[in-house]
């Protein structure tokens, strides 16, 4: 993992994380691999304005099909996208087959949204789950509690 440069991905997780509201937890989702925070829907705007400045790539129900493969396996094997339902992502420099990704989602009630951030890496001796966890749990201030 030492020649891999990961400065863009731990900048842009410290600016998503500048904009989430007092009193939302970050906790890491062991069944996806993802930091994952929940707030609130007023505050929805203030969360997305840096998600969408800093990705390169948004993608949602009606363009994930048309993008590279790997991605489009990716999403729909993990959790799928639906209507409403976004996916950002960022390659990593020189490793196009390392991406951070952002997903944003309401509740059922939509009174509530989801926001999940991860590492996609279609190589594992680039980096693997146990080295992508350490990396977000170091960018985000992820509290110890886990999700099931």
Wanted: aromatic content about 12%; glycine content about 6%; overall charge negative.
């Amino acid at each position: 993992m030492a020649d891999i440069q990961l400065e863009k991905f731990k900048s842009i997780c410290q600016r998503i994380g500048l904009n989430i509201p007092d009193g939302c937890q970050w906790s890491w989702d062991e069944k996806f691999g993802h930091a994952l925070v929940v707030f609130a829907k007023e505050d929805l705007e203030l969360i997305l304005l840096p998600i969408a400045l800093e990705f390169e790539q948004k993608l949602d129900f009606a363009t994930i099909d048309g993008s590279a493969a790997m991605i489009s396996e990716f999403v729909h094997s993990g959790f799928g996208l639906m209507p409403g339902q976004d996916f950002f992502m960022a390659q990593a420099p020189h490793h196009r087959d390392l991406i951070l990704y952002a997903t944003c989602w309401p509740w059922g009630d939509g009174d509530n949204f989801s926001l999940r951030v991860g590492i996609f890496c279609s190589q594992s001796e680039l980096l693997n789950p146990r080295q992508i966890r350490a990396c977000l749990t170091e960018w985000l201030p992820i509290s110890d509690q886990t999700t099931a």
